[in-house]
C-alpha cells in the first residue's frame, strides 16, 4: 500500500502568542483523510522570512505534500510568498491573474499598493482559488499556500482535492470502557499494539467530576486487521471490567 504523506507548517506570530488559536490543521487533516494523505508532522512558525523558508525546503523533501497557512496579506508582516519563493530560489512579481481575481473583489480604483501585494506570486506557481475574498493562494511543486483565516483557507481547499494523489486511507475503530483507567489497561494495550503492525493505539480517558471510563482508538490502513484488533481489545475490556 503506497503511504502519502502531508506536513503543515501554520505562520504567524499571533499564533505562538494565543492571540489566535489556531483551528486549520484539523481542517486539513480532516480534508486529506479521505484522499488517503496522512499529515506525518505540524509547527507554528512566527513570521520570519529564514526561518519559513528553511522550514518550507526541509517539509518538501520529507513530505509528499506541504501545507502553509498565514502570511499571504497585504500587510508588512505578510511575508510568506517571499519566503516560500526563497525557499525554491525563485523570483517572485505580480502576476495579471492574480491582479484580476482582486479587481473582482475591489475594483481597478481600491486596488492600493498594500493590496496588490497579494498579487505577488512566486515565478512558475498555480494559483489557487479562493471563493471567499478572491485573493489566491498558490502552488509551488508540492507546496500549497493558503490564507490563514479559517473561512478563507477552507474555501481554498475546494480547488485542491484534484491535485492531490493520495495513497492508503487510515481507519479506526473505537471500543469504550466504563469505570476503568488508563493505568489499568496499559500492559494489555501495549501487548495487542506489539502484536499488529502498522496499527496504532490510543487511549483517552473521559470524566465528568471524577473519572468515567477511558475510550481506546485503534488506527491502521488495513481494515481487517483493525477488525481483529476491535476484538482483541472487546477482550481486554471484558477482562477488566468483569474480571
Same mark, same amino acid.
Request: hydrophobic residues 40%; proline residues 3%.
Given at each position: 500500500?503506497?503511504?502519502v504523506t502531508?506536513?503543515?507548517?501554520?505562520? /504567524?506570530d499571533?499564533? %505562538?502568542?494565543?492571540?489566535?488559536?489556531?483551528?486549520?490543521?484539523?481542517?486539513i487533516?480532516?480534508?486529506?483523510a479521505?484522499?488517503g +494523505?496522512?499529515?506525518?508532522?505540524?509547527?507554528?512558525l512566527?513570521?520570519?522570512?529564514?526561518?519559513?523558508?528553511?522550514?518550507?525546503?526541509?517539509?518538501?523533501? =520529507?513530505f509528499?505534500?506541504?501545507?502553509?497557512?498565514?502570511?499571504?496579506?497585504?500587510?508588512h508582516?505578510d511575508?510568506?510568498?517571499?519566503?516560500?519563493?526563497?525557499?525554491?530560489n525563485?523570483?517572485?512579481?505580480?502576476?495579471?491573474d492574480?491582479?484580476e481575481?482582486?479587481?473582482?473583489?475591489? /475594483?481597478?480604483?481600491?486596488?492600493?499598493?498594500?493590496?496588490?501585494?497579494?498579487?505577488r506570486?512566486?515565478?512558475g506557481?498555480? %494559483?489557487?482559488? *479562493?471563493p471567499?475574498?478572491?485573493?489566491? /493562494?498558490?502552488?509551488?511543486?508540492? +507546496?500549497?499556500?493558503?490564507a490563514?483565516?479559517?473561512?478563507?483557507?477552507?474555501?481554498?481547499?475546494?480547488?485542491i482535492?484534484?491535485?492531490?494523489?493520495? /495513497?492508503?486511507?487510515?481507519?479506526?475503530?473505537? +471500543?469504550?470502557?466504563?469505570?476503568?483507567?488508563?493505568?489499568?489497561?496499559?500492559?494489555?494495550?501495549?501487548?495487542?499494539?506489539?502484536?499488529?503492525?502498522?496499527?496504532?493505539?490510543?487511549?483517552?480517558?473521559?470524566?465528568? *467530576?471524577?473519572?468515567?471510563?477511558?475510550?481506546?482508538?485503534?488506527?491502521? =490502513?488495513?481494515?481487517?486487521?483493525?477488525?481483529?484488533?476491535?476484538?482483541?481489545?472487546?477482550a481486554?475490556?471484558?477482562?477488566?471490567?468483569?474480571?
Open positions: 500500500m503506497k503511504i502531508a506536513g503543515v507548517l501554520l505562520i /504567524g499571533e499564533l %505562538l502568542s494565543g492571540r489566535t488559536q489556531d483551528t486549520n490543521l484539523a481542517t487533516a480532516k480534508f486529506l479521505p484522499l +494523505v496522512g499529515v506525518g508532522e505540524a509547527r507554528i512566527p513570521d520570519d522570512a529564514t526561518l519559513i523558508s528553511q522550514t518550507v525546503r526541509d517539509f518538501s523533501e =520529507r509528499d505534500y506541504v501545507f502553509t497557512t498565514g502570511g499571504i496579506g497585504p500587510t508582516d511575508i510568506t510568498a517571499d519566503s516560500i519563493a526563497a525557499a525554491f525563485l523570483s517572485i512579481s505580480e502576476r495579471e492574480a491582479l481575481a482582486l479587481r473582482e473583489r475591489y /475594483g481597478e480604483d481600491d486596488l492600493n499598493t498594500a493590496r496588490r501585494r497579494m498579487a506570486i512566486p515565478d506557481a498555480s %494559483l489557487i482559488a *479562493n471567499v475574498s478572491q485573493a489566491p /493562494g498558490f502552488q509551488t511543486h508540492n +507546496v500549497f499556500t493558503l490563514g483565516v479559517p473561512q478563507i483557507m477552507r474555501g481554498m481547499l475546494a480547488d482535492g484534484h491535485r492531490i494523489e493520495g /495513497g492508503a486511507k487510515t481507519h479506526q475503530i473505537s +471500543v469504550i470502557a466504563e469505570g476503568i483507567g488508563e493505568g489499568d489497561a496499559a500492559a494489555g494495550l501495549a501487548e495487542i499494539e506489539a502484536e499488529y503492525d502498522g496499527v496504532a493505539i490510543g487511549s483517552y480517558p473521559f470524566f465528568n *467530576n471524577e473519572l468515567r471510563g477511558v475510550s481506546f482508538v485503534a488506527r491502521g =490502513r488495513d481494515l481487517a486487521q483493525l477488525k481483529r484488533v476491535e476484538t482483541d481489545l472487546n481486554l475490556v471484558a477482562t477488566l471490567t468483569h474480571g
